[in-house]
């Protein structure tokens, strides 16, 4: 099912990156804050670049486009649900792997473990000793009607969307080292703050 090249490129995968969300607690656009001297959606770029063919920006972000990065404004606005739901629609994949764009190490091998456990399932999903990480995960497009369906119902919320469908829960224990590392997203000046100064 996996098809790979010596680029390791997942030939039936879409990279999808996150970028719709308002970075309301950070004060500030989190895709273009500035980390060791590269925007925080360059970072996420490189990473994707590393493994996919395709790559789609989920969100209205004219300004991060490039001709061949395009973007989709989420047909449900103001939820993450909503982003993965244009991303997995817009892909024209049969399976994404998305990233957040507030993440300051994504890491293509936690990408790749991620994708080599996909089997017959619907999605799978990082879970770590505080939670899901269901922003860097893998989803197939069987996902979309469950997805649509809590959408149309006003419903965003990504936990009540898991048990429509089957997940890969990918314990921590089985991801490569510098898994907590790549999970990392940050949220506030405060941690993007700390980030840098345990980094140097």
């Not at 089997?119 to 879970?127: I, R, T, Y």
Request: hydrophobic fraction near 35%.
């Amino acid at each position: 099912m996996m098809m790979e090249t010596e680029g390791k490129t997942y030939h039936d995968v879409c990279g999808v990156i996150l970028a719709g969300g308002k970075s309301r607690r950070m004060g500030k656009d989190k895709a273009t804050l500035m980390f060791r001297g590269m925007r925080m959606f360059d970072r996420t770029l490189g990473m994707m670049r590393e493994l996919f063919d395709k790559i789609i920006i989920a969100g209205d972000r004219p300004d991060l486009c490039l001709p061949t990065v395009p973007c989709y404004p989420d047909i449900y606005p103001g939820s993450a649900l909503g982003g993965l739901y244009t991303g997995l629609k817009e892909s024209g994949a049969e399976w994404i792997m998305v990233s957040a764009c507030d993440m300051p190490f994504p890491d293509a091998d936690v990408a790749r473990k991620l994708l080599e456990l996909r089997g017959n399932n619907d999605a799978v999903v990082p879970q770590t000793p505080g939670g899901f990480e269901p922003l860097f995960s893998v989803y197939r497009k069987t996902c979309l009607p469950h997805m649509k369906e809590l959408l149309e119902r006003g419903n965003y919320k990504i936990n009540d969307f898991y048990p429509g469908v089957t997940v890969r829960y990918a314990h921590f224990s089985e991801l490569p080292d510098g898994w907590d590392k790549s999970l990392l997203n940050v949220n506030t000046p405060e941690q993007i703050r700390s980030v840098m100064e345990n980094s140097r």
